[in-house]
């Protein structure tokens, strides 16, 4: 089974710049597409980031293009959102998760993922 620990997360300066990471447990890990959600108390957690098994494709929220990039690196089952020209409405808990699925693709909804990290605060001040 996949556990997903979050990290990197903090508090930052409007236009400033955080890496999260969100490493697993699992060799798994490598095979699975991973997603970055996020959610702040006054939203329902929303989709950020996208990424599939291999890190070929990826899929970005219209709110973060241009600022965020998803990534990963297999050989130390870690998936990462490098999140720059951070605005106070980036702010919110950010949760990484797995795709059991699998496949080729990415996928953008959250009851595609079936395993969760515990989530990292990013808090974005102005």
């Known amino acids: 089974q996949v556990h997903l620990v979050e990290s990197g997360g903090g508090l930052v300066q409007a236009g400033g710049s955080l890496r999260l990471s969100c490493a697993a447990s699992?060799?798994?890990?490598?095979?699975?597409?991973m997603g970055w959600f996020r959610q702040n108390p006054a939203k329902e957690r929303e989709f950020v980031a996208a990424?599939?098994?291999?890190?070929?494709?990826?899929y970005l929220a219209d709110s973060v293009k241009g600022r965020f990039t998803i990534s990963r690196d297999n050989a130390q089952n870690t998936v990462y959102l490098q999140m720059n020209s951070l605005k106070p409405e980036d702010t919110a808990v950010y949760y990484c998760?797995?795709?059991?699925?699998?496949?080729?693709?990415?996928?953008?909804?959250?009851?595609?993922?079936?395993?969760w990290g515990q989530g990292t605060q990013v808090t974005v001040s102005s």
């Open positions: 699992e060799r798994a890990f490598s095979s699975l597409p």
């Open positions: 990424i599939s098994w291999n890190g070929g494709i990826t």
């Open positions: 998760a797995a795709s059991l699925v699998g496949g080729g693709g990415y996928y953008t909804q959250r009851d595609e993922y079936d395993r």
